[in-house]
């Protein structure tokens, strides 16, 4: 049998983003790779999510192209994306996750199990019958992330998935993520927290106006930016 083709090295090249007249990204080049994770930091409005949603293939560049696996083709067969605000169905959390496979393609008859493993990967089995909308803000970002996993995804786009939450729900949030990363899963991720970036990423992006400003290794990033922009970023000066 033939292995299923990668989505990585994930490649933009020369890739703008622009509404009428703004523009939101400006002139990208990167490439993502497989290993540990991506994080895209930069202030509000820097482009995060604009970025997240062309790695997914939401949204196609205004210029520029986007490339899975040296493919053009946007279809979003090995990747996952998980919104800063997830709208969760007026379900119960396990009916949200059956959902989530259904719709990933999973046979009917494989699906209470792979529910139940799920549920139980985000630590979440005890909560399977409680409606989602009822859950925590930690649980509901929780189940997003098993929603997500349903997809068996290669690469795991995540737009601040800790943004509201308390340290002990972020906790939660980044021993999945940690998991996934050891399951083999590409996470690219937009965080605002530097301590996370510390904790979890292997190499940054960072973005400011649209536009790529630094792109290094964590600790190069963190100990040795080389542009004021991150200095004064991670000095928490207001970068606007
Ligand atoms: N469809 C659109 N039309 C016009 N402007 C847009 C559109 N989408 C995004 N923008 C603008 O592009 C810029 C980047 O938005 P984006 O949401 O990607 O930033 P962000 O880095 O994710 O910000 P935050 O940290 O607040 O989540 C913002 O100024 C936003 O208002
Ligand atoms: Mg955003």
Redesign the pocket.
């Known amino acids: 049998m033939r292995a299923p083709a990668s989505d990585l090295p994930l490649v933009l090249e020369d890739v703008s983003?622009q509404?009428?007249a703004?523009v939101?990204?400006d002139c990208l080049n990167l490439t993502i790779v497989p290993g540990a994770p991506t994080l895209?930091v930069?202030?509000?409005?820097?482009?995060?999510?604009?970025?997240?949603?062309l790695c997914m293939g939401l949204d196609a560049p205004s210029a520029g192209r986007v490339t899975w696996g040296g493919r053009a083709d946007r279809a979003m067969t090995r990747r996952a994306i998980l919104f800063?605000r997830p709208v969760m169905l007026r379900r119960t959390a396990a009916a949200n996750v059956d959902y989530a496979l259904a719709q990933a393609g999973c046979p009917r008859h494989e699906r209470a199990d792979r529910v139940a493993a799920l549920l139980d990967r985000v630590g979440l089995s005890g909560l399977a019958q409680r409606p989602a909308r009822r859950l925590s803000g930690g649980e509901q970002q929780r189940l997003a992330l098993a929603r997500a996993l349903a997809r068996d995804p290669e690469i795991l786009l995540l737009?601040?998935p800790t943004?509201n939450l308390d340290p002990a729900a972020t906790r939660g949030v980044e021993e999945i993520v940690l998991s996934a990363v050891q399951s083999g899963i590409k996470i690219v991720m937009?965080s605002?927290d530097l301590g996370q970036v510390r904790r979890l990423a292997g190499d940054v992006i960072f973005?400011v106006?649209?536009a790529l400003c630094e792109r290094a290794c964590t600790a190069d990033f963190l100990d040795h930016p080389t542009t004021p922009e991150a200095a004064a970023f991670l000095r928490g000066d207001l970068v606007i």
Do not use: C, F, M, W
């Open positions: 983003l509404a009428g703004t939101i990204l895209i930069g202030p509000n409005g820097a482009g995060k999510t604009s970025l997240l949603r800063q737009d601040e943004a937009a605002h973005l106006r649209g």
